[in-house]
């Protein structure tokens, strides 16, 4: 199963039989100091920047969140789309819980951006269901409903069905709904990493829809968590994961090589390509430091 998104010039499919696809997750000020400012004062400079490194550095869709504290979100998230989707040509993940902050960037953006996102939660499937199918977007579900985030895998295959299901219902197909299982810490959870694997198996099994992570959540808390994180994502693309929301200038050899690893770069010709990309931009990161 694909699913086809698209930005101002570029069309990117996700699907199994196809390389995994990263989501930058850097413009999100939610633990960005620099970032929330920039937002606040209305500088884009520094958006412009992230939109453009997150791209050279393997993103295929950029994730866009302006939730800071004070701000005109509906107005900032139509000058944050307009000027992504003008220096780059990548699709869009529009990233709000309030349903018009939403509304505003669907309208702005171009092509056939990705929403983030909805869950089993009544008030969100009313509420954010509705654009998806005006707009003609896909959407991220995650396994969460009103009762809060299940314990099982089996639990979150429940809430998987009922968001694919009331999507249905609405005329959206089920290709262009992604299903995100949710990543809780090991740190507290020691069960935890192993309940989301167990989702992704279940879901692809039942559903063979695509499937999306936040997959840094996996080592919060814990000590080098780039290890756990490369290590987690590795096992998750292995069990159907096809996107994954995340850091492509830490995680993106990692996704490379399991891409590789599984069959998925011809000659190794991806890899071997981004390895060279990635020797070229810290390079000029090092020149530019000095």
């Known amino acids: ?58 993103a295929e869709v950029l994730d866009v969140n302006v939730g800071t504290p ?29 349903p018009e902050v939403l509304a505003a960037g669907l309208a702005a953006a171009p092509g056939k951006p990705l929403v983030n996102s909805v869950s089993g939660e009544e008030k969100r499937l009313t509420s954010v269901l509705p654009l998806v199918k005006e ?31 009331r999507a249905a219902k609405m005329g959206i197909p089920i290709e262009d709904i992604i299903i995100d299982p949710l990543v809780l810490t090991v740190g507290s959870d020691s069960k935890a990493a192993m309940v989301t694997l167990q989702t992704i198996e279940l879901v692809r099994k039942e559903f063979g829809v695509n499937i999306n992570l936040g997959a840094s959540n996996v080592s919060f808390g814990l000590p080098d968590r780039l290890s756990i994180n490369q290590a987690f994502l590795a096992l998750a693309i292995q069990l159907g994961a096809t996107c994954s929301i995340t850091d492509p200038t830490k995680l993106g050899a990692t996704v490379k090589a399991t891409d590789l690893l599984l069959g998925r770069d011809e000659n190794s010709l991806r890899y071997i390509k981004y390895f060279r990309a990635a020797e070229k931009l810290r390079e000029a990161e090092a020149a530019k430091a000095a």
């Open 1 to 58: 199963m694909h699913t086809i998104l698209r930005g101002s010039v570029k069309e990117v499919t996700v699907g199994i039989d196809r390389p995994f696809v990263m989501i930058g997750e850097k413009i999100n000020p939610t633990g960005r100091k620099k970032l929330a400012s920039a937002l606040a004062e209305g500088n884009l400079d520094f958006v412009r920047q992230l939109a453009e490194s997150q791209v050279a550095w393997g």
């Open 70 to 98: 004070g701000l005109d979100e509906v107005a900032a998230i139509k000058k944050v789309v307009e000027l992504i989707s003008s220096v780059v040509s990548v699709p869009l993940c529009l990233d709000s819980g309030n």
């Open 135 to 165: 707009r003609g977007a896909a959407v991220i579900g995650l396994t969460m409903d009103d009762n809060g985030i299940p314990k099982t895998a089996e639990e979150r295959v429940a809430v998987a069905e009922k968001i694919i299901e």
